[in-house]
């Protein structure tokens, strides 16, 4: 019964969509408050039945109700728990579910929270949340049903796979899903507007804070599937290129651009057009994602089904959304041409140019990503595109980026002086130009790029912190006002600067483990031991071990090196019931690197192939990407500087006539 009652709950939340989709729209056009009203009811009543839907599966992946077949695929009796309940969101059924359900949360916000909203933009911004929702809930009814019942009933189920059973699924795919699903409202807002023919004060001061979160939930989710992947696979890499990573890395770059976008125009009223246009395509690259993983066009370790349908569906989606959209956006485009004018050396300008460079970094990527499927539709061809391709396109773009990252914060708005500027560079640039020195001096001409990283990763830290100084006055004043004007530092100010900080972090990181790891490949019995990056390596032991769900030959090492000696733990898992065999790797983690070690099956002489790799600064790669988010997150919690903000800047309505869809 529990199945029926989810299906019945996803019938009547489809109703709810095209009742949210229609009533607003309709109540704005005609300025009928109780219509706009019949909206925010139909969103909150979405958001409850939709998770009644998901609270529904979730019990039956609980109590193993292999009745239903969803169930039965990916779960089994012996399954750990925790595994059982991330198996609700582990097929692709149970992930789609759970994208409705984020959306529907999204769209209960926009209704609860909007109070401060005009009405009419309220209203429509909830129409174009229901129409995402209804085309999102007719794609799981009709044809990814998780409700579908079994018949007979098997005594057991099947498995999860084993690559999923992994602490990730529970985190990994809700925050990564509120990163994609977030930046739906972004494109709400957009469309609303262009509906409307109207941007104002409301209207800035609701799409930054949108978008921030979306970016965070990204920035996040990106960072711990990376993380996953890199003890997971076994492969001791932490990004691959894979399409997948590449769907994620897309509307990320999309999302920055973005949040950039509308800082200035929440700060100045500029960059009006460019922001919606922005808002639509950040969006469209998530459902772009949506299309990659579920379309059959691509192998890949994170794809959730191979069928054709399914994609077409999605790819229908698409075309509608983003074609209308960007249709109503080419009507309406020379209108939306207002905000005030600036120099090409000022804040909004270097504003601009970064976001031509990321929307150039996302092209690369979109490229890459879909030049091979482009090669297989047209002529047959299997090719695949590797590191080699993105390394000779997308990292000279995004080292001219962060080259330029430190100078916007440091312009002043509207227009600046090249001579008062560049004293402002002197400290970032001195470090910067130091670390490129010695690191060229220590490691020799031959890894001479990589210094040139090092010191564009300082550069970045560097000039991040240079913005408190100067705001603080540091050398300038007492430092008894220095303390004063630090207290009195906007939170956004605070986490502009962290965020870039943790750019830095990152690119250090990047740059570190991508010239200087090292790695053995060799087959290992116990008693013997190698060396590796200064440490000693010996195995001590291979033993059997039984776990919940699999049987594993377990490799136990001891590292001795300058900081002691410590023991790792490497398995080779085996799943039974799916006759699937993963790799646990043993990880020793550090602030200057990583000890990985992971093993294979073992050999006929009794021995195993292990692969170890020293990783140096690896982790900071994924410290920079949470200081990324913890960044926006405190930005995000300065309410009061926004407001602020929208006090000082009021865009007059366009002069064109509302339209309705």
Request: net charge positive; proline share 5%; with cysteine.
């Amino acid at each position: 019964m529990t199945a029926e009652i989810g299906q019945f709950a996803l019938i009547l939340a489809l109703v709810l969509a095209v009742v949210q989709t229609l009533a607003p729209l309709v109540g704005a056009w005609r300025s009928d408050p109780a219509l706009m009203a019949v909206g925010r009811t139909a969103s909150a009543l979405q958001l409850l039945f939709i998770v009644i839907a998901f609270a529904s599966l979730a019990t039956c992946y609980i109590v193993n109700d292999f009745s239903v077949a969803l169930v039965a695929e990916h779960s089994n009796m012996a399954q750990p728990f925790i595994y059982r309940l991330g198996a609700t969101w582990g097929s692709h059924e149970g992930s789609m579910l759970l994208w409705v359900l984020i959306l529907a949360i999204y769209g209960a916000a926009v209704a609860v929270f909007g109070g401060s909203l005009r009405e009419t933009l309220q209203a429509r911004v909830l129409a174009v949340q229901g129409l995402i929702g209804a085309a999102f809930l007719g794609f799981l009814l009709f044809t990814s049903n998780p409700f579908i019942r079994l018949s007979p009933v098997p005594l057991d189920g099947a498995e999860l796979n084993p690559v999923l059973q992994d602490p990730g699924l529970v985190f990994h795919p809700p925050v990564l899903y509120s990163g994609y699903v977030g930046l739906s409202i972004a494109f709400s807002f957009g469309v609303a507007a262009l509906i409307e023919g109207r941007v104002d004060a409301g209207w800035a001061r609701w799409v930054r804070p949108w978008v921030l979160a979306a970016w965070i939930f990204l920035t996040v989710g990106i960072a711990m599937g990376s993380l996953w992947a890199y003890y997971t696979l076994g492969w001791g890499g932490w990004w691959f290129w894979d399409p997948v990573e590449n769907a994620s890395l897309m509307p990320w770059l999309l999302a920055t651009a973005l949040l950039h976008s509308s800082l200035v125009l929440e700060r100045r009223g500029a960059l009006v057009s460019w922001t919606i246009l922005l808002s639509i395509l950040a969006f469209s690259l998530s459902l772009v994602g949506t299309f990659l993983v579920r379309s059959g066009v691509l192998t890949s370790v994170h794809a959730f089904a191979l069928d054709a349908k399914r994609g077409v569906y999605i790819l229908a989606i698409i075309a509608a959304m983003t074609g209308s959209a960007l249709t109503l956006f080419a009507w309406r485009a020379p209108a939306l041409k207002t905000g005030s004018l600036f120099a090409p050396l000022s804040r909004e300008y270097a504003v601009t140019l970064n976001n031509l460079l990321l929307l150039a970094s996302a092209a690369t990527v979109f490229l890459g990503t879909f030049y091979p499927v482009f090669m297989d539709v047209l002529h047959g061809d299997k090719i695949s595109v590797g590191p080699p391709y993105y390394t000779a396109t997308f990292v000279p773009i995004f080292v001219l980026l962060f080259g330029l990252v430190s100078f916007g914060p440091m312009l002043n708005w509207k227009r600046d002086d090249l001579r008062r500027l560049l004293p402002r560079l002197r400290v970032p640039a001195a470090l910067a130009a130091a670390v490129l020195v010695v690191a060229a001096l220590v490691f020799g001409l031959k890894h001479l790029f990589a210094a040139f990283g090092l010191a564009l990763g300082v550069w970045l830290i560097a000039g991040a912190f240079i913005v408190l100084a100067r705001r603080w006055r540091v050398g300038q004043v007492p430092w008894a006002e220095v303390f004063d004007l630090a207290r009195a530092t906007p939170l956004a100010v605070l986490g502009l600067v962290i965020a870039h900080a943790g750019l830095g972090v990152t690119t250090i990181g990047i740059t570190s483990v991508s010239a200087w790891q090292t790695n053995k490949v060799l087959s290992m019995s116990p008693g013997q031991s190698v060396k590796l990056a200064g440490n000693t390596i010996a195995m001590v032991a291979l033993r059997p071990v039984t776990g919940p769900n699999y049987e594993a030959n377990q490799a136990q090492f001891d590292v001795t090196g300058a900081f002691g000696k410590s023991t790792m733990m490497s398995e080779r898992r085996l799943y039974p019931a799916s006759q699937t065999t993963t790799t646990d790797a043993g990880i020793q983690p550090g602030i200057l690197g990583n000890i990985y070690i992971s093993v294979a099956d073992q050999n006929p002489d009794g021995g195993v192939t292990v692969r170890m790799w020293n990783h140096p600064f690896v982790d900071w790669i994924w410290a920079g990407a949470l200081l990324m988010a913890f960044g926006g997150a405190v930005s995000l919690a300065d309410r009061g500087l926004r407001v602020v903000r929208v006090e000082r800047v009021v865009l007059r309505p366009l002069a064109v006539e509302p339209v309705t869809l």
